[in-house]
């Protein structure tokens, strides 16, 4: 039911990022869905993609730090309301967000949204209970 | 074991008085046959007669690497080429080497010291040193080696290099003590292992190790590697070689100072004063005894504090604490004094942090200002900001505690510090390109 998050560190220089893209287009490992939290001299750029240990021996070998981090993609009704009856539940249950980032996925009625929780295994039993649809990695990774 | 009882364990009211004769019989010498120390000490107005105690050291003149090489090869010798019987050499990788020499009573004295610091080691007669100090031009090997003939151990010349044949040789002669450089040290271990010989298995139980600086985890690393006890011995090709120090096999907790031959002092690397007693500076040390080269004040730019309670072993002569670093790479901000060793013992001491790190220094304003760039690895990277940011307050806080002075701390990617072949570059001043 996880979902294999990539973690890469970036210092804030101009082509950085794009040194990250053109080694995963090189070694042909596509990207599902990204995120990119920034600070002053530091990043941390999120990828799901098509091939995880593909492209974290890339980029290690390439001297990134890449760590792998453990989310959950949950389908989201793509209408007024559906993120806000997820993090209701959530909320209820006392389980906190650290981070999250949404993409909506070609042909479909839903967006899907990863997240970061404090407590994964929890939060997605909470989330099944409320017969959410929780995207495995395996699915996610090749959409 | 104590080697030399009389000089090792002289009260020290019987130890200055003996220094001070020695001190100004070097006086009168430097001054007589080194044209270099008469003009030294006539431009200070020193005349030979005025030392007239121990601490009147302090009018003397100090000797500074730079010296040396200004008179490369042998401007720096007190007698003629007929009595040296032999020459040694640093390896010159940060400037033009240093040449010294020494005299028939010069090696006989450095035999005698050396074997003071094996009996300090508990290594005598029935020993087997392996002795792993590159022989030639360096003083290692064969300062090593008479000095653990003079304690009747046997030697094996090993010299540097061929680590396989080495790891064979001290397990078939059977050593039961090994003096090298404390990396080799560990090298060594691991190339055993690899080849299936249990170092914890074999002889050994001291090991003698110099020549680079090490730090206290390394030396349990050592211990527990090679199942031996892991001893510091300090010396510099200027002063003599290796067994101006040693620590004692029973205390391990500073290293004895062969102070009837060499006059200890620690300055302020800035000032050149005195610093009060037990604090932290740069030793400075004259050879009291050597013919040769004989050097006053010789700036070592070595930090480290002398400590002179007694210890258990019986010796009474001051013990120099571990080297802290070099002055060399002392940085004032905002008036502190700060050394990139103790940026570094704090990175060490944060967990998983590299020890690659970078100091920048600038000035805004009149301000100085200390960034800290600090590699993040794996062992500390974390996809959250909140745990990076609070890894680097973290840092800074600790610079702060421990220094009192206030930094930014930069997290960088891995070789995002450019490595270099030889010394690692820590500072980046940008304060002098600005003046």
Known sequence: MKVDQLSIFLENRAGRLAEVTKILS???????????????????LRLIVSDFEKARNELKNQGFTVGRTTVVAVEVDDQPGGLHNILSILQAENINVEYMYAFVHQSSNHAVIIFRFDRTDQAIELLKKHNLTIIPGEKLYSL | MIF?????????EELEALQLRRLQSLVERVYHNVPFYKKRLEEKGVRPGDIQKLDDVRHLPFTEKQDLRNNYPYGMFAVSMENIVRIHSSSGTTGKATVVGYTHRDVKNWASLMGRCFAAAGVGPGDILHNAYGYGLFTGGLGAHYGAEAVGATVIPMSGGATRRQIMIIKDFMATAICCTPSYSLHLAETAEELGIDFRKLPLKVGIFGAEPWSESMRKDIEAKLNIQALDIYGLSEIMGPGVGIECAEAQNGLHMQEDHFLLEIIDPVSGEPVAPGEMGELVITTLT?????????????????????????????????????????????????????????????????????????????????????EVNEGVFTDEIKGLQSLEKKVQGSIKEFLGVTASVKLVEPKGIERSMGKAQRIIDLRKEAK
């Open chain 1, 26 to 44: 090189d070694s042909g490992v596509n990207i599902r869905a990204l995120s990119l939290a920034d600070t002053s001299d530091f990043g941390i």
């Open chain 2, 4 to 12: 030399d009882v009389e000089h090792e364990t002289l009260p020290r």
């Open chain 2, 290 to 374: 050597k013919e040769a080269i004989p050097l006053l004040r010789y700036r070592t730019r070595d930090l480290t504090r002398l400590e002179y309670t007694p210890c258990r072993c019986g010796r009474t002569t001051a013990r120099m604490m571990r080297v802290q670093g070099r002055s060399d790479d002392m940085l004032i901000i905002r008036g502190v004094n700060v050394f990139p060793q103790q940026i570094e013992s704090i990175l060490l001491d944060t967990d998983g942090l590299a020890p690659h790190y970078q100091l920048v220094v600038d000035r805004k304003g009149t301000m100085d200002t200390l960034e800290v760039r600090v």
